[in-house]
């Protein structure tokens, strides 16, 4: 038997204005994007925006529906239109924020199960990792190098071969 470990570490910095220009901007632009938000059933406000290989910010939000299961997370609407506008363009960082009208909004949130999913595909798609920028309306931010260290033993195409 050989036990084997799976370590994650990431980088912590107590406000947007310790980063440097370029991820304090990226995580403004997602807090911009949060305004764009459709959440009336939750309340839950997401925000996103990615910085491409060719320089582009592009801005996604979560997008509720009635019907709940139809909802999208805003990292996977930014995904969805990333592949839509620049296919085959690397997403080199993605900053998420988010404003929980319910409650407090002032630590950082990582994606969801389906979207860490979604974020290991567009890596392997496009053979680049996705570098993460955590953080509230307010407060600490969280960065992750790459989106799959949230997805340890991910299903991909190469499991299908
Ligand atoms: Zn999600």
Do not use: W
Not at 5 to 34: C, F, G, K, M
Not at 120 to 135: C, D, K, P
Request: hydrophobic share 40%; net charge negative.
């Amino acid at each position: 038997m050989q036990q084997h470990q799976i370590q994650v570490s990431y980088d912590e910095y107590p406000d947007t204005s310790s980063l440097n220009h370029q991820d304090a901007a990226l995580l403004e632009a997602a807090r911009e994007a949060i305004q764009l938000a459709y959440a009336p059933y939750s309340k839950f406000q997401v925000g996103a925006a990615a910085r491409l290989s060719n320089g582009i910010i592009l801005k996604g939000s979560n997008q509720e529906n009635a019907s709940f299961p139809a909802g999208i997370c805003a990292e996977r609407v930014l995904l969805s239109i990333c592949s839509s506008l620049y296919p085959g363009i690397a997403v080199i960082d993605m900053a998420i924020s988010y404003f929980n009208q319910l409650g407090t909004s002032n630590r950082p949130i990582s994606p969801c199960g389906i979207c860490r999913q979604s974020l290991s595909e567009y890596e392997t798609v496009v053979n680049h990792s996705i570098r993460l920028i955590l953080g509230g309306s307010q407060g600490k931010v969280f960065i992750i190098e790459k989106a799959t260290d949230l997805l340890p033993f991910a299903f991909t195409s190469a499991d299908m071969k």
